[in-house]
């Protein structure tokens, strides 16, 4: 067993439980430019408009939201927050988290949510654990009132870190299991990307090499493929074909049918479907080599650049930027750098 393959096998089981990957907060320069992007084109369901936020959620989603839209003077992202399975799970993260380092702090100010405790790890990513939410009436098979592709629900997160290798662990200790990842061949095996779950698809949160740590992109489900396709020709006629950045395609990793959009304030985002199941408790992680081209689209078309080189910012606790570093890998050349 290579040193790689030893460090995804791992597994933890803590004593507490988080169930999901939840909400994201993304800061946005320009928010009536970033509510026609999500409402008007994509269609997500407006739960609650604040002077300065915009609360979003997916058609079937049954809590007061999934996608924060908040005014700020930079785009940036405010954090990434995980649902837990009970409030007391929150008092024994506090503890655990708080152990290794990470600099922590209980937050209860967020519209419809109970109190939370937010987290800055040691990677720099800004994240935050909750239990209670306000439930809202699932518009699942409201039909008649579908717009967009339609978005049903957030289903992942993926951030730029300078080196995978210490991601993964960290997340592995919170629960995480590794479904998939992609390593260099030869004795000096690098992981560039790692997929890690909680709920039992592909992945809640995963880990690629990159300038970071940044947010690379949001994950929003779609329930088929053709509905990813109904996106980008809604899109086209719209008059914001510009917005595409990559695909539609087909995974590799994760098998998932994509495509990759750009919104007015330059966050990612990915229309993603038709990955597959992970719950059963012998599943092993999926290797990929670096050298497969069909890892990273099945059918062997190439990212662009931007892909690789461009993320979201991270805000930190203290309201500043988190400062990134540059990879110690770069996937397009295999060159070590």
């Given at each position: 067993?290579t040193?790689a393959?030893a ?6 089981r803590?004593?507490?439980?988080i169930?999901?990957?939840h ?6 320069p320009?928010?009536e430019a970033s509510a026609t992007?999500y409402?008007?084109?994509?269609g997500?369901?407006?739960t609650?408009?604040t002077s300065?936020?915009?609360?979003l959620r997916?058609?079937?989603?049954h809590?007061h ?10 785009a940036g992202?405010?954090?990434?927050a ?8 929150l ?20 519209r ?6 937010r987290?800055?790890?040691?990677l720099?990513c ?14 699942m098979?409201?039909f008649?009132l579908h ?8 289903d ?5 870190v300078?080196r ?18 992609i390593s260099?061949e030869?004795?000096d ?5 790692a997929?890690?779950?909680?709920k ?7 880990f690629?090499?990159?300038?970071g740590p940044r947010?690379h992109?949001?994950?929003l489900?779609?329930?088929?493929t053709?509905?990813v ?11 914001h ?20 959009l750009?919104d ?6 990915e ?9 059963d408790?012998?599943?092993t992680?999926l290797?990929?080599s670096?050298?497969?081209p ?8 190439r ?10 910012t991270?805000?930190g606790?203290d ?19």
């Amino acid at each position: 067993m290579t040193t790689a393959e030893a460090l995804v096998r791992h597994v933890v089981r803590p004593e507490f439980d988080i169930v999901r990957v939840h909400h994201v907060e993304l800061l946005v320069p320009d928010l009536e430019a970033s509510a026609t992007f999500y409402v008007d084109l994509l269609g997500l369901v407006v739960t609650e408009r604040t002077s300065d936020a915009l609360y979003l959620r997916g058609w079937e989603e049954h809590h007061h939201h999934s996608l924060v839209l908040r005014e700020a003077a930079e785009a940036g992202v405010g954090h990434v927050a995980f649902l837990v399975r009970e409030d007391d799970d929150l008092d024994r993260l506090e503890v655990v988290l708080a152990a290794r380092g990470d600099v922590t702090t209980w937050v209860d100010d967020e519209r419809g949510q109970g109190r939370a405790l937010r987290a800055q790890d040691s990677l720099g990513c800004p994240i935050e654990f909750f239990h209670s939410m306000d439930r809202v009436e699932s518009q699942m098979q409201r039909f008649d009132l579908h717009r967009g592709a339609p978005v049903m629900r957030l289903d992942h997160v993926n951030f730029h870190v300078p080196r995978p290798e210490d991601a993964i662990p960290l997340w592995q200790e919170l629960g995480f299991r590794c479904s998939e990842y992609i390593s260099t061949e030869g004795p000096d095996e690098r992981i560039t990307g790692a997929w890690l779950h909680r709920k039992p698809n592909v992945h809640d949160v995963a880990f690629t090499a990159g300038r970071g740590p940044r947010l690379h992109h949001t994950g929003l489900w779609v329930a088929e493929t053709v509905a990813v396709l109904r996106a980008c020709d809604q899109l086209a006629a719209a008059g914001h074909s510009a917005a595409i950045e990559r695909g539609p395609g087909r995974h590799g990793v994760s098998n998932a049918f994509f495509v990759y959009l750009r919104d007015p304030a330059g966050h990612r985002i990915e229309l993603y479907t038709s990955d597959y199941y992970t719950g059963d408790p012998d599943q092993t992680p999926l290797r990929w080599s670096l050298d497969d081209p069909r890892c990273r689209t099945f059918w062997g078309t190439r990212a662009p650049d931007s892909w690789y080189e461009e993320s979201s910012t991270l805000v930190g606790l203290d309201g500043k930027a988190v400062p990134i570093v540059d990879s110690t890998v770069d996937e397009r050349s295999e060159i070590m750098v």
